[in-house]
């Protein structure tokens, strides 16, 4: 994985994170915590979209399926905080 990559993963990872806690709870987690938000969502949101049939690609597309998979962590998370 080159350098730019890696950039792109950290960067796609914050920006999921901070629009999916802006839609859950308000505001994000900070940078490190939007980034994990992010990235383990973009892991959901794959899987999401796998079982879907749905396809998004280029940047926009790994953009909304790590958002769609950081609502659905962040939306699960609440419920079993509440539990």
Sequence with gaps: MSTESIIMVLVVGAVAGWLAGTLI????????????IGIVGALIGGF???????????????????????????FVVGIIKKA
């Design 48 to 74: 999401i979209f796998n079982l879907l049939g749905v396809s998004a690609a280029g940047l926009v597309g790994d953009l909304i399926t790590a958002t769609v998979g950081a609502v659905v962590l962040l």
């Design 25 to 36: 709870k308000g505001g994000g987690f900070g940078v490190v915590g939007n980034i994990v």
